[in-house]
C-alpha cells in the first residue's frame, strides 16, 4: 500500500463543535496519527451532543429534529442509547481516521501526561474557547519548553491577538461579524428569516487550519523549527466575500442581501419543477447562453420580446423573465430540465436533499460514500474523501472512535506507561474513562 502524504506525523488535538474536527478530519484523511485528548470530567459543547444524556423527548424520531434545526440532535436510530456520545451524527461525520484518549488536563498529573505525549508528537490543535488554554497553562511558550519544534495551531473566532479576542463565538455570530449573514437572505424579508444552522465559517476555517499545518509542516521540515499558528476563524470568511469586500474599498457601496438573483445574469434563480417540492437552479451568464437557452426551451415566442433581448433587459424585467422560466420547468422533473439546458451549455443543477444525494448518479458513480462499520452506531454510509489522489489514495481507515477507545494504546504503546501506572492514574480518574462522569452541562 502506498505511503499517505501524513504517515509519521503525530498530531494531538483538542477540537471542538465543527470547524476544529473538520480540520483535523482532513489532517488524518492524509495519515497523520490523529490523537484526540478529551475528558470524562468536561463535555465539549456539541462536539459529540449537546449533552451528555439528552432527554428522549429531545431526540426526534420523524420529521424535522429538535427546533425544526435539521440535524443537530441526531442519533442513530433515532434513540440516544446509553452512550449518546458515542451515537452522535456530527460527531461521527468528522471523526473518521482518529483515536480517542481521556485525561483531565485540570489537574497537574493529567497534565504531565499530557506533556509526554506532546513530547512525542509533531503538532499540537485546539480550537477551544479563546482563554481555554491560558486558563490551563498550556500556552504555546509553555508546550515549547517540552518540544522545541513543536507546531502549535490555535483558532478562536477573532484570533489571539485584539481588543475582542476573549468573545466566545459559535458560526451563527462569526457570520454575522464576517459580513456574511448581511448578504444572506431575501431583499423583502428581515435578517431574522435568512438564518440557518449550515455555517460556511466552519467549514472554511477547518480546511484553512489544515493547509496551515501543511505548511508549518514543510517550512519545519526545511528549518527544523516549529512554530505557532494563530488562526482567526474571521479572517478566512471575509475573503470568500471579495466582490462586496472590494466593492466597498473601491466603490464606497455597501451590497444587500438579493436572494437567489445575481448582480448581472438573469434568468438566475431556483425555479419549481414537477414533483413533490422539486426545485432546480439555473444561471444565464451571457447573450451567448441566453440564445442556448432559448433553443433548449424551444425557442417559445416570449424569447424574442425587446425586454429579454438584452443582459440589461433581462435584469430590468427578471420577475417577468422568472414567472415565464418556472411555467416551463414545472413541466418537467429536475434532472430532466439540467440534462435539457446542459446540451447548450446552461449552468443547471437540480436542489436535492440529503436522501437524493445518496442516489445521485455522479456521487455514486465516483464512489464518495463509504460504508464505515461502528460498535454503537452500526453500519452505513459516510460522506468519503474530498479529493481522489491515485499515487497515495485515500480511504476512511478507522471508524470514528468511542470516548476514550484507545486509551490503551496511547498510554501504554506511544507513552510506555507500565500496567501499574495506568491502573493508578485511572484509579484517580486521571487518565482513562469512556464515559462521562457527568450528567448534564446545563
Not at 449537546?50 to 433515532?78: E, N, S
Not at 451515537?87 to 493529567?110: Q, V, W, Y
Request: charged share 20%.
Amino acid at each position: 500500500m502506498a505511503k499517505l502524504p501524513l504517515e509519521g506525523v503525530r498530531i494531538v488535538a483538542i477540537p471542538v463543535v465543527f470547524a476544529g474536527p473538520f480540520g483535523t478530519m482532513l489532517l488524518a484523511d492524509l495519515g497523520a496519527e490523529l490523537i484526540l485528548v478529551e475528558s470524562v470530567h468536561h463535555f465539549p459543547p456539541i462536539t459529540r451532543g449537546y449533552m451528555p444524556r439528552p432527554p428522549q423527548g429531545l431526540v426526534p424520531t420523524t420529521g424535522a429534529t429538535f427546533g425544526g434545526t435539521g440535524g443537530i440532535q441526531t442519533y442513530f436510530d433515532h434513540w440516544a442509547g446509553d452512550r449518546p456520545w458515542d451515537r452522535f451524527a456530527m460527531f461521527h461525520a468528522l471523526g473518521r481516521n482518529k483515536i480517542s484518549c481521556c485525561m483531565d488536563l485540570t489537574r497537574p498529573e493529567g497534565q504531565d501526561v499530557f506533556k509526554r505525549l506532546i513530547n512525542v508528537s509533531d503538532v499540537f490543535f485546539e480550537s477551544n474557547a479563546p482563554a481555554t488554554m491560558e486558563k490551563l497553562g498550556l500556552t504555546y511558550d509553555t508546550l515549547k519548553e517540552v518540544k522545541e519544534d513543536l507546531i502549535y495551531l490555535r483558532m478562536p473566532g477573532l484570533g489571539c491577538t485584539g481588543p475582542h479576542k476573549y468573545c466566545s463565538l459559535f458560526g451563527a455570530q462569526l457570520q454575522a461579524l464576517a459580513g456574511h449573514t448581511w448578504l444572506t437572505g431575501y431583499t423583502d424579508l428581515d435578517l431574522t428569516t435568512t438564518q440557518s444552522l449550515l455555517f460556511h465559517c466552519d467549514a472554511s476555517s477547518g480546511a484553512t487550519a489544515a493547509f496551515a499545518i501543511l505548511c508549518a509542516l514543510h517550512y519545519r521540515k526545511r528549518t527544523g523549527k516549529g512554530q505557532f499558528i494563530d488562526l482567526a476563524q474571521i479572517e478566512t470568511v471575509v475573503p470568500h466575500l471579495a466582490d462586496a469586500v472590494m466593492d466597498y474599498t473601491m466603490n464606497g457601496r455597501i451590497q444587500t442581501a438579493m436572494g437567489n438573483r445575481h448582480p448581472y445574469m438573469a434568468p438566475h434563480g431556483v425555479y419549481r419543477c414537477r414533483g413533490d417540492d422539486d426545485w432546480v437552479a439555473i444561471a444565464v451568464s451571457s447573450d451567448e447562453e441566453w440564445e442556448g437557452f432559448c433553443r433548449a426551451l424551444g425557442n417559445p415566442d416570449w424569447c424574442s420580446e425587446e425586454r429579454f433581448s438584452t443582459a440589461l433587459g433581462r435584469l430590468e424585467n427578471q420577475d417577468e423573465l422568472d414567472k415565464l422560466v418556472e411555467e416551463w420547468t414545472c413541466h418537467h422533473d429536475n434532472y430532466e430540465v439540467m440534462h435539457i439546458l446542459q446540451k447548450e451549455g446552461i449552468a443547471a443543477g437540480p436542489v436535492i436533499s440529503q436522501r437524493d444525494a445518496f442516489r445521485d448518479a455522479q456521487l455514486v458513480s465516483r464512489g464518495f460514500f463509504e460504508a464505515v462499520s461502528h460498535r454503537e452506531a452500526g453500519t452505513h454510509l459516510y460522506p468519503g474523501m474530498l479529493w481522489k489522489m491515485p499515487k497515495t489514495p485515500l480511504s476512511i481507515r478507522k471508524p470514528p472512535p468511542c470516548l476514550g477507545e484507545h486509551n490503551d494504546y496511547v498510554f501504554k504503546d506511544i507513552l510506555g506507561m507500565s500496567d501499574e501506572e495506568v491502573a493508578e492514574l485511572e484509579k484517580e480518574n486521571i487518565i482513562g474513562g469512556d464515559e462521562y462522569l457527568i450528567e448534564s452541562i446545563f
